[in-house]
């Protein structure tokens, strides 16, 4: 699993709603806006941001349930990166 439920409650908590997880040589962590576009992620695959994931749970605060599929949602959308 590249996706885990630390990373997506990383993204959660981030202060900046254009944070978003990014892949980069098969790793996942999450970077702010500002640095998307920097020359260190050059290459890397961006997903949903902070705020079109909380646009997407509909929730400030999420349950656990909803963390806990939406890792699987994105972890799921990774795999099928590599296919």
Do not use: K, Y
Not at 29 to 35: P, Q
Not at 62 to 70: K, R, T
Request: charged share 30%; hydrophobic share 45%.
């Amino acid at each position: 699993m590249v996706i885990e439920e630390d990373l997506v409650r990383e993204l959660l908590d981030a202060a900046d709603e254009d944070s978003a997880p990014v892949l980069l040589e098969e790793r996942a962590r999450v970077a702010g806006g500002s640095d998307l576009d920097g020359h260190g992620l050059r290459g890397a695959a961006a997903m949903p941001t902070r705020a079109e994931l909380m646009e997407r749970l509909g929730a400030s605060c999420p349950a656990p349930q909803d963390v806990a599929l939406m890792v699987s949602s994105l972890d799921d959308a990774v795999g099928r990166l590599g296919s």
